[in-house]
């Protein structure tokens, strides 16, 4: 696979999702589907999604004209994406139950698995309930980091650019011609959601992102050592993962429901530290840049697996640490008691 042959890509997947935002925008704002404002949600008026249709249709068809499924591994990974991307749309008009969506979610994962992508962390059959298990728990930590305008489109632009070029390197060009796609069509769709968003992608979206990243990441590294396969899965999902443990951790320690929306990410933390919504969503890049690019150092050999590993370890551990301090929830009312007269 040639280097035009991923410039093509790349520029069909930006041209298409350029295009084809504005389109589904018209038509989410003519059948009603927007996101309204109210609970944690930040955005103060109706805002239509179904970004995510756009997005997943630009990074979806270039490289199957261009290449078509090459590989049993990489077709596993689209018919599974494009089902997380289905399962997200439906949720977006008529939200689903969780076990449903859970129940889906593992099947699209399974499916990716089955056909061959396994991260090698324990070297035996572990590894595949693992794989599944990961595949799964990141699909929706990115689907909660889109929290913000810019936010998660900013982020898998970097993000699937490093990964796509990591792929390339590692001799996965069929991996690296999809996020070589999908990287810019998450920037054609940045043009319309940059703070203040005119859309947002919606369930279908960042499904459709996270699922990718993550069985993409899987695949990378698949047929590694241990210590690329902790890396490998760690560094290129590292801000939807940091964000996912910095929910956790504080809404554990302050002894509020897990699963209950909030404004508790990492996004909002930085918000609350005087950075406007782009500043933001560029933070949020960088980190993932920063985090992309030690991936790439590693799978070109200049870093050893180990280092990365417990480097990324380590710098994931410090992230999720350092945000708790900032404030986010209301301080407890002291319980007053009223003194009973006898």
């Keep these: 696979m040639?280097?035009?042959?991923?410039?093509?890509?790349?520029?069909?997947?930006?041209?298409?999702?350029a295009a084809a935002t504005p389109v589904v925008r018209r038509l989410a704002l003519?059948?009603?589907?927007?996101?309204?404002?109210?609970?944690h949600k930040s955005h103060r008026r109706p805002t239509p999604y179904l970004g995510?249709?756009?997005?997943?249709?630009?990074?979806?068809?270039?490289?199957?004209?261009l290449a078509g499924a090459a590989g049993q591994r990489i077709a596993g990974i689209l018919v599974g994406a494009v089902a997380m991307a289905v399962l997200g749309l439906i949720d977006d008009v008529a939200p689903l139950p969780p076990p449903t969506r859970l129940a889906v979610q593992?099947?699209?994962?399974?499916?990716?698995?089955?056909?061959?992508?396994?991260?090698?962390?324990?070297g035996a059959w572990p590894d595949v309930p693992i794989t599944l298990l990961w595949i799964v728990v990141v699909t929706n930590s990115f689907n909660l980091l889109d929290n913000m305008d810019g936010a998660l489109g900013a982020v898998t632009v970097v993000s699937a650019a490093l990964l796509g070029a990591a792929a390339f390197v590692s001799g996965r060009p069929e991996a690296g011609l999809l996020l070589a796609a999908l990287?810019?069509?998450?920037?054609?769709?940045?043009?319309?959601?940059?703070?203040?968003a005119r859309i947002f992608m919606g369930d279908a979206g960042s499904?459709?992102?996270?699922?990718?990243?993550?069985?993409?990441?899987?695949?990378?590294?698949?047929?590694?050592?241990?210590?690329?396969?902790?890396?490998?899965?760690?560094?290129?999902t590292f801000v939807a993962t940091v964000d996912t443990g910095i929910v956790l951790l504080s809404r554990r320690r302050a002894g509020r429901p897990l699963l209950q929306g909030g404004s508790d990410h990492l996004s909002h933390r930085l918000h609350r530290l005087g950075l406007g919504k782009?500043?933001?969503?560029l933070v949020l890049a960088a980190l993932a840049a920063a985090a992309g690019l030690t991936h790439l150092a590693m799978m070109l050999g200049w870093v050893a697996p180990a280092a990365a590993a417990i480097g990324g370890v380590?710098?994931?551990?410090?992230?999720?640490?350092?945000?708790?301090?900032?404030?986010?929830?209301?301080?407890?009312?002291?319980?007053?008691?009223?003194?009973?007269r006898g």
Excluded: E, H, K
């Design 314 to 340: 380590a710098a994931a551990c410090v992230a999720v640490a350092l945000p708790q301090r900032v404030r986010v929830y209301p301080a407890a009312r002291p319980r007053t008691s009223i003194p009973v």
């Design 278 to 281: 782009r500043r933001t969503a």
């Design 30 to 39: 003519r059948w009603g589907l927007t996101d309204r404002p109210g609970g």
């Design 183 to 196: 990287s810019p069509a998450a920037l054609g769709f940045l043009l319309y959601n940059w703070a203040p």
């Design 2 to 17: 040639s280097g035009a042959t991923a410039l093509v890509g790349a520029i069909s997947a930006f041209a298409g999702s």
């Design 207 to 236: 499904l459709f992102i996270g699922f990718v990243l993550a069985s993409s990441a899987a695949l990378v590294i698949t047929g590694t050592g241990t210590g690329t396969a902790v890396a490998g899965l760690l560094l290129p």
């Design 106 to 122: 593992a099947l699209a994962a399974g499916v990716a698995v089955m056909s061959g992508v396994v991260a090698p962390v324990t």
């Design 52 to 65: 995510g249709v756009a997005i997943m249709l630009a990074a979806v068809v270039p490289p199957v004209v």
